[in-house]
């Protein structure tokens, strides 16, 4: 039996102990509001790029630097922004004043960001057999106002944003409040589950399951490179497998 075989086994017979997840892009839907963002701030400036190169390398960012103060993001800028292919021709001030607008605009459209379809749904079920978590690089305050709106902050027993976990992900140690929380424990007992490389990363060298789910900006073709124990399009591809 393979890994994957292995995982979608224990998933079904409620053999694991607990479930982390990430939180933008794998259970808050962020891609059109990223796109918009994006859109919104090149076309004022009549820049033009490729869009999917453009949604990659800016979710990427995104994902790394929204719990950042912004005089951290200001100091760090030169060597954050220099991987941003689709500004590399434009002056260095010009590229941060840019990148500092779409972050603005992003988090101004991300406070009504939907869930993904099926969240919902999933949590319910996972919740009855499972303790689960969230381990994130948004704020932990941010993530509360999305849970508690959409009636979900009861399913979970651990909410971790940027400001409780002492280092990022795809450091192994991002992961380590959720493990704190058990006197004792097995590290093949926990599942990491998200939509980033940082979170298969962080998740399998920690020593847990994981899943890549392609819900938010990075491609099934990426994420497969990282080597995710499951790697599904949608978390309702989930439910439909925990059902059968």
Do not use: C
Not at 10 to 26: M, Y
Not at 115 to 131: E, F, N, R, W
Not at 204 to 219: D, L, P, Q, Y
């Amino acid at each position: 039996m393979n890994r994957e075989q292995q995982l979608v086994e224990r998933l079904r017979s409620g053999s694991l102990r607990a479930i982390i997840f990430d939180f933008d892009g794998t259970l808050l839907d962020i891609r059109e509001i990223l796109e918009k963002s994006i859109e919104e701030i090149l076309v004022e400036k009549n820049i033009k790029v490729d869009m999917e190169t453009t949604i990659q390398e800016i979710g990427a960012l995104l994902e790394t630097i929204q719990g950042y103060p912004l005089p951290r993001v200001l100091l760090e800028s030169y060597d954050i922004f220099k991987h941003i292919t689709s500004l590399q021709n434009l002056s260095y001030f010009k590229q941060l004043r840019i990148a500092v607008e779409i972050f603005a605009k992003y988090l101004e459209y991300s406070k009504d960001a939907p869930l993904l379809s099926g969240v919902k749904s999933l949590l319910k079920k996972l919740s009855k057999s499972y303790d689960l978590f969230i381990v994130s690089h948004n704020k932990t305050d941010r993530i509360m106002e999305h849970l508690e709106k959409e009636s979900i902050n009861n399913y979970f027993k651990g909410v971790y944003g940027s400001d409780r976990i002492p280092v990022q992900k795809p450091d192994p140690m991002a992961l380590s409040p959720p493990l704190e929380t058990y006197n004792t424990r097995k590290r093949d007992d926990f599942l990491m589950i998200g939509d980033m490389p940082s979170d298969i990363t962080a998740g399998s060298e920690a020593g847990f399951w994981t899943i890549g789910v392609a819900s938010g900006v990075s491609k099934k073709e990426i994420l497969l490179e990282y080597g995710p124990d499951l790697l599904i399009d949608t978390l309702e591809e989930l439910l439909e497998i925990l059902k059968t």
